[in-house]
């Protein structure tokens, strides 16, 4: 049964006000939609675009999951990992990573990773979009061989004793997720979210393990061209009290694009939605980036934290007042109509030709137009600090760009561009023998060994196996040499072509 959503309020410690859909509601199946999906898609909409946030109720069989899950964490940062309260795990990594995350990791992440794709399924549904429309951005479900996850599972627990004698501090830092998705279970309160109104609230105030807190992330903003804000958070121990000796265990689990794909809002243009011009298509690993650019920018003393956060959350309101919803163009020709509204580009033309107001629905004068300088000045400013912006992205991409050709230049790595991408063509096969030069990144353990390519992963980084002491290891193209038959020692050219980023993955 879905429970009616309450009032939001201002004050951080009331209860929460998400709605909440059972999970069964929301998985996509064959056939024509039953009343109960659609009124679980309209439910976790409308929660998500009012609150930032939503609940979504397991099943009994993931709620036991979920249960042994927290445990195992619990016991894990107790015992095994005394001094750490932070274990991340990804689904295809080796097994001598294994060993350093809490038992039943596997089992969690397919579990929670069942709920964030039925999720973003039933918020492309309700964007009136397929609704595996997104599903070219995720990994392949289960994974290839020899293919590490892109999304991630976080395990964190926080000791009730951390704020024994102290003062409530009122919250962390605020966070933006960067991904598509993220999903919280724990068996405490401990996460605040700001609604679009800038007002911020517990939004798992209320939620046990049988509960699962999402949020949107930066990603799928652009993706969904802003229709589906990123959800501003902060992470907070005042809830724990000095009675409760057993602390708070949580798992977030994050649904995260591949690096590889394109984050496109075309498919949201032909479903009718406006497209702002700021949102033009770009590849993951140039967003990711760009992110890490701008949080590299934001430079702001604490004291101005409040007003960054009401900053972020007012943004997109103001964005949409300063548009024109179905050009998507700043209002920089708005016009005051006889009944006291604003409107500009395609949507003044609409409305003088059907002489009534869409807005208030009352007959207008079409002879008596105002021009609203105020609104005129407001759009104009917001416009500029845009072009500011793409100006500020294109120099740090210029500047990443000629950075690599020197590199490339440095280690005699011939390089050619197409003019829309840098590519890399593979110089190496699987199971062929390679000789490790090593860069400035490699384990010097490494270098001068011979080892046999297992895989080959994204962007020129090889899987190896190490001849010698049959350690695996990843490396870069740029750090491998082919091991020549008549010449063990010596290596053929690498006619290669570099990416634009060498991150690792």
Known sequence: MQRSPITPSSDPMSGSPLSRVRLCDILPYEGAPCPSYTKAVEALSLSLMRFNASVIELGSEDVALMRCGLEAARLYFRTAKPNRGLSMYRAGRSLEDLDSSPPCMAEIFRCLGKVARAALSAIARHLRLRSDVFNHMLDDFPLAPNEVSSSVLLASYAHASIQNGKPASGGGNIEFDKG?????????????????????????????VADILLITGKALSHATAGLRPAASYRATTDQLSGSDTRGRASLAFRLMPKSNAILDCSPIEAAGHV?????????VSQFMDNLLAENDTLVSPPVKTN????DVCKEPSLRSVLSDPISGAFLEDAMVVSCGHSFGGLMLRRVLEMSRCTLCNTEIDTGSLVPN?????????????????????????????????????????????DGLHRVVHFPFAVNEKVLIKGNRRTPEKFVGKEAIVTSQCLNGW???????????????????????NDDRGGGGGLHVQPVESSNSL
């Open 180 to 208: 598509l998705l993220t999903l919280f279970c724990s068996d405490g309160t401990g996460i605040q979210v700001c609604d679009p109104n800038g007002r911020w609230y517990t939004a798992d105030n209320g939620c046990g």
């Open 275 to 283: 497209i702002p011009q700021s949102y033009v298509p770009v590849s």
């Open 307 to 310: 007003v960054l956060r009401d």
């Open 373 to 417: 300088h105020a609104l005129r000045a407001a759009a104009s400013a917001i416009k500029q600090q845009d072009d500011k912006r793409l100006f500020h992205n294109a120099a740090m991409r210029r500047r990443r760009k000629e950075m690599s050709d020197q590199m490339d230049v440095e280690n005699g790595d011939p390089a050619t561009d």
């Open 462 to 484: 090889y899987l190896l196996k190490i001849v010698e002491s049959g350690d695996n290891v990843r490396l870069q193209y740029r750090s491998l040499k082919k091991m020549m």
